[in-house]
């Protein structure tokens, strides 16, 4: 006899992830520099450069820096069965997980804002306490389970 209790309430605060802003950096650099030893046209080579560069400072803001309004500090899945996502300027958000990745050294959950906006959460081992990350783990793994035995 199943009954059908909703799980208990998860947190997850988030921190920026070295391992992130290390390998981030490391690939974008890496971008940068095969742009400059390659033999492209310079009128081809920077705005490929500038876009490279676009991409470093986004990707930045939204997982690497804790103080911009576009990095998630805060995901919650509360009692009521409701995602929350809090942003690093206190905003928060209704969102629908749309999809997970887990593995033990990245967790990737993509949650819908609204009817068109989306956006990715990343989860590495120094980004958030280990017991928050280990009952996410559980929780995705279990609750997907049930999805599939539908």
């Known amino acids: 006899m199943s009954s059908a209790k909703s799980p208990p309430p998860l947190t997850l605060n988030l921190l920026p992830s070295r391992?992130?802003?290390?390998g981030n950096g490391c690939c974008h650099l890496l971008a940068l520099l095969s742009l400059a030893i390659s033999s492209l046209p310079l009128?081809?080579?920077?705005?490929?450069?500038?876009?490279?560069?676009?991409?470093?400072?986004?990707?930045?803001?939204?997982?690497?820096?804790?103080?911009?309004p576009r990095f998630i500090e805060h995901v919650g899945w509360t009692a009521t069965g409701q995602w929350q996502l809090r942003t690093a300027d206190g905003v928060e958000r209704p969102a629908?997980?749309?999809?997970?990745?887990?593995?033990?050294?990245?967790?990737?959950?993509?949650?819908?804002?609204?009817?068109?906006?989306?956006?990715?959460?990343?989860?590495?081992?120094?980004?958030?306490?280990?017991?928050?990350?280990?009952?996410?783990?559980?929780?995705?793994?279990?609750?997907?389970?049930?999805?599939e035995e539908l």
């Open 43 to 68: 009128p081809v080579t920077v705005p490929l450069g500038m876009a490279v560069l676009s991409s470093l400072v986004l990707n930045h803001s939204r997982y690497g820096n804790p103080h911009s």
């Open 96 to 147: 629908r997980l749309l999809g997970s990745y887990a593995h033990p050294r990245l967790m990737i959950l993509t949650f819908a804002l609204g009817r068109f906006a989306r956006r990715s959460v990343l989860v590495l081992p120094d980004s958030a306490d280990p017991e928050e990350i280990r009952r996410l783990r559980v929780w995705l793994r279990t609750s997907s389970q049930a999805i």
């Open 19 to 22: 391992w992130f802003i290390v």
